[in-house]
Each structure stands twice: as C-alpha cells, then as structure tokens.
C-alpha cells in the first residue's frame, strides 16, 4: 500500500533541505509528527530516532526509525530516505518506508515523497486503512508539503499558516451552516423592508452558490491546502537506492 505526493517550491535546494532534515525545525510545518528524537549514532551507519507519529487529531503512538540521505549526487538531486516501526497496540501500521527527492530547476525545487506501509488487523485493519487512515496521511502530507512552501515562497511561517488555515475553516463552515439551516435568514431579511419579500425569493439561489462556494472555493493564497500537491507521478516514479540499502540495517528496538 503506498502513497505519492509532490510539489513545487520556489526555494533554495540548501535551505529547503535544511528545513526537511533538522528534527526540530521539520516539527514545526510537518502535521505527520508531534515528536523526533535522534539516538546515538555509530559512524558509517544510519542515523537512528526515536518519533511520535500523530495518527488522528487526537492521538498519537510512539515508534522507531532509521533514516540515511545522499547530499551529493552526480545529477544535482538529493535523495533521503527512513524506515520505521511501531509495535504500540493503538498504531494501525506496523512498519513503513519512505524516501524524499529533491530535484532543483530553473525555478526551484521539486519536492516529492513515496510512502509505504504495512497495515495492521487484517480485513478489518485493511478496510480502515482504505476508508480512514489512507486519506488522512495523504491529506496530511500534501498540507504538511504545501505548509512547508508558504514558510519558504512567501515567508508565512507555520504557526501562521494553521491560524491561517483554522480562520479559514471555520468562516466556511459558518457560511455552509447558515446555507443549510436558514440560521439568521428571518432577522437579515427584515433589514431589506418593502424588498424582503423580493430577497426572500432569491435567497434559495443565493444559499446555493454561497455554500457551493464554501465547499468549492480554491484556498486562499496564505492558506496551506493539500489539494496542490500532486497525488501521482507526472514520469514513473523510482525506489532510491538508499531506501533499499536501509532494508540491511535492524531498526532500533520498538516502543
């Protein structure tokens, strides 16, 4: 079971990856993790972590990694590239792998991430996984990466963006709320006097475009949204070599 997302962002290749691989600066627009600790390292091998991975809104499970990169690479591309696990009751996978490449242009850098997993609970774990778990990671990927670009094209930093984002949430679903319950209709017509009954006549119609666009409306400018990245690969997307070389190395012993 696997994912793909990418993106594009305007950004020095140096300070992009700067901002993707330093644990605490990645805390601060990645959506996916509340925790990343480094573990003591031994010369020549991977580097090890420890991470909490946000699964829902509310909940989080503990795991282990490892994770190794290539910053220098004949084609001018960066590669890095994780495995992790988690043996925690609540966490529905039970290992996954993951890779990053960077690919500079004229105009920036394509960002892009394929990402797979193993699912826990058998038929059961295979249905939430389909329904629930698959949206959600590849939502919060792509918002994550977006989030990410905002901070580095525009200077909007992550804090800000979620504000950002939560303002704009919530303005729509006012907006949506009162399109389908009438919330507030009778008081607002009465302000129209002798046209109220005119206004009323069109408010069906009104109702309608004003919650089509509360549900449809591309995001604002300065609002992280998951819907610019891309979901599928635009050339056949290929496994890195140093995801297959972590393959060879144990992960640290599971939480």
């Known amino acids: 079971m696997g994912l793909y997302r990418e993106t594009h962002i305007g950004a020095d290749l ?9 644990p605490v600066t990645r805390l601060r627009w990645d959506l996916r993790f509340s925790t990343i600790e480094p573990l003591p390292a031994t010369p020549g091998e991977p580097r090890r972590f420890r991470c909490t991975w946000r699964v829902l809104p509310f909940l989080t499970v503990p795991g282990t990694g490892v994770a190794a990169g290539e ?3 004949p084609d001018g591309t960066r590669v890095c590239a994780l495995r992790f696990s988690s043996s925690h009751p609540l966490s529905p996978v039970a290992d996954a792998s993951a890779y990053w490449r960077y690919v500079p242009d004229a105009h920036g850098v394509r960002l892009l991430t394929g990402y797979e997993y193993r699912a826990r609970g058998g038929p059961f774990g295979a249905l939430a996984d389909r329904l629930v778990l698959r949206p959600l990671t590849g939502w919060a ?46 008081s607002v017509l009465r302000l129209f006097g ?30 992280p949204a998951a819907r610019r990245c891309l979901r599928a690969p635009v050339t056949q997307a290929r496994t890195p070599r140093v995801l297959r070389r972590l393959e060879a190395y144990g992960l640290p012993a599971p939480l």
């Open 14 to 22: 140096d300070e992009l990856w700067a901002r993707t691989q330093d």
């Open 141 to 186: 990927t792509g918002w994550s990466f977006d989030r990410l670009r905002l901070w580095l094209e525009r200077g909007i930093t992550p804090e800000r963006a979620l504000v950002n984002w939560l303002v704009e949430l919530a303005v729509r679903a006012v907006v949506l709320t009162v399109c389908l319950t009438g919330l507030g209709l009778q």
């Open 71 to 73: 910053r220098d690479r």
């Open 194 to 223: 002798s046209f109220a009954d005119t206004v009323a006549y069109l408010c069906p119609l009104v109702l309608v475009v004003a919650g089509s666009l509360a549900v449809l409306k591309s995001p604002l400018a300065g609002t």
